[in-house]
């Protein structure tokens, strides 16, 4: 089995930025690619960033594309999420997951591996 732990999330002012970090733990070599998900109680579990196990492709939901930067250290079994001008909408529980699949999908049932998810708040 695998655990992703996520911190990083906080409040923070619309035009801040925040970086998340998630580790992974157990199994990890079980693990390609990782990314992130939010969700708000409006709206349905949403993907955010992920990045396949080299960090040569990456892909990001259109809202924050420029905005963000997803990145990976396999030696410390951890994944980045770096958000920058953050936006009220980007308010959201954000979860780290984890795929043994090899393709960067956008898809929940992808993923493998869910974390328990870390509040980000902005406020205007």
């Known amino acids: 089995q695998v655990q992703l732990v996520e911190s990083g999330g906080g409040l923070v002012q619309a035009g801040g930025s925040l970086r998340l970090s998630c580790a992974a733990s157990g199994s990890t070599s079980l693990i390609y690619v990782m990314g992130w998900f939010r969700q708000t109680p409006e709206k349905e579990r949403e993907f955010v960033a992920g990045?396949?196990?080299?960090?040569?492709?990456?892909q990001y939901v259109e809202s924050l594309k420029g905005r963000s930067t997803i990145s990976r250290d396999n030696a410390k079994n951890t994944v980045y999420l770096e958000m920058n001008n953050l936006r009220p909408e980007d308010t959201a529980v954000y979860y780290c997951?984890?795929?043994?699949?090899?393709?960067?999908?956008?898809?929940?049932?992808?993923?493998?591996?869910w974390g328990q998810g870390t509040q980000v708040t902005v406020s205007s």
């Open positions: 997951v984890a795929s043994r699949s090899g393709i960067v999908r956008t898809s929940r049932t992808s993923y493998d591996y």
């Open positions: 990045i396949n196990w080299t960090g040569t492709i990456t």
